[in-house]
């Protein structure tokens, strides 16, 4: 009878250590999950990350929850210390700016080399090869999780002064820049003068003429109407593009069990994937009719020559050559290579 006792105990007791480290792992997961941006739906960037959240929660049968947090609100609007938040756990999740986390992570000035990408399979072969999996490696070193690629955009040129086809039509002219140095020594480098704040001061600043003009992918201008802001004119001319990065924190993604954190991993992927589509959108084809809807606004739209390009190109060298160490040769060695050896 004692025996029997003992026995029913000691099920008891390994039941209810079962069911308390159940429970344990079912508390692990948060009710919602915060996920940083930049800018929210309907903008490409935006819809990257709604796309994802819903993904994860279908996929997942509603165990991951995601909310989007948009303007970088987590983090007060300055989109410089979302990775640094990120990696402290104030953020969960985020789709994040090569270029907004560059402060962070040098080597992801990488994609703001000037003129380093001439098309989109030069960026394509960058994010999807070897060099894309070295930045990866590089992300998770410095302390987050990243699954997946998408993209921003080619920055293209806005001003409220006039028509831009040369280095020297730029001289004088005050353009906002995002905070990374490199976008001030370009800026400079032509001869205009760069003025480093958030896209939530920058709008305000365009409306009042204490800034020219700024760059940024043209979805941008059709969605914030930036032809009511004083931008009449377009120039593009293709510097730089800004893949953006999936990613999770560390200690968040650990706490997911390893089918879920799959399941995450492949939404992103996923996301990404559809998400380029819509960043591309109206501006891979032949008649490009972004450029067309933004010509209808009463904006004169610029597109440059080779030639006219080329000369921007040799007026930004300097700033090549010296960030080329500052990003590591190396890096940029395999991101030349990879670019000239792209399939068109």
Do not use: C
């Not at 709604?50 to 987590?74: C, H, M, Y």
């Not at 003429?209 to 760059?215: I, L, R, S």
């Amino acid at each position: 009878m004692k025996l029997r006792r003992t026995l029913l105990g000691l099920a008891l007791a390994a039941t209810a250590l079962t069911f308390g480290t159940g429970a344990v792992a079912q508390a692990a997961y948060k009710p919602e999950y915060k996920m940083s941006l930049v800018l929210g739906p309907p903008t490409p960037w935006g819809m990257a990350g709604q796309i994802w959240a819903d993904l994860v929660k279908e996929r997942t049968a509603g165990r991951i929850n995601i909310k989007l947090f948009p303007g970088v609100s987590l983090v007060q609007g300055d989109q410089t210390r979302e990775f640094s938040a990120l990696r402290q756990g104030v953020i969960d999740m985020a789709v994040g700016s090569t270029i907004n986390w560059s402060p962070q992570i040098k080597e992801l000035n990488l994609f703001s080399m000037p003129f380093l990408m001439p098309d989109y399979a030069a960026i394509d072969a960058l994010t999807q090869g070897e060099v894309g999996k070295q930045i990866f490696a590089i992300v998770e070193k410095a302390g987050a999780v990243p699954l997946a690629w998408g993209e921003n955009g080619y920055r293209e040129l806005t001003n409220s002064k006039r028509a831009i086809k040369s280095p020297d039509d730029l001289k004088g002219m005050k353009f906002r820049v995002v905070g990374s140095p490199i976008y001030s020594d370009m800026f400079s480098a032509m001869g205009a003068n760069p003025t480093q704040m958030s896209w939530a001061d920058a709008q305000p600043a365009l409306s009042s003429g204490a800034v020219d003009g700024q760059e940024n992918p043209l979805f941008l201008f059709t969605v914030l109407k930036m032809h009511t802001v004083g931008q009449k004119f377009v120039t593009t001319w293709g510097y730089v593009a800004d893949p953006l990065i999936f990613v999770v924190n560390k200690e968040v993604f650990a706490s997911w069990t390893p089918a879920d954190q799959a399941i995450v991993r492949q939404a992103a992927i996923d996301a990404g994937k559809q998400e380029i589509v819509l960043a591309r959108k109206g501006l891979i084809e032949a008649d490009k009719p972004l450029l067309k809807e933004i010509a209808s606004m009463g904006v004169t739209v610029t597109q440059l020559t080779p030639a006219e390009r080329e000369v921007f190109v040799k007026a930004t060298r300097p700033v090549y050559d010296k960030w080329k160490t500052t990003v590591g040769v190396d890096l940029v060695t395999s991101a030349e290579k990879a670019v000239a050896a792209r399939k068109k």
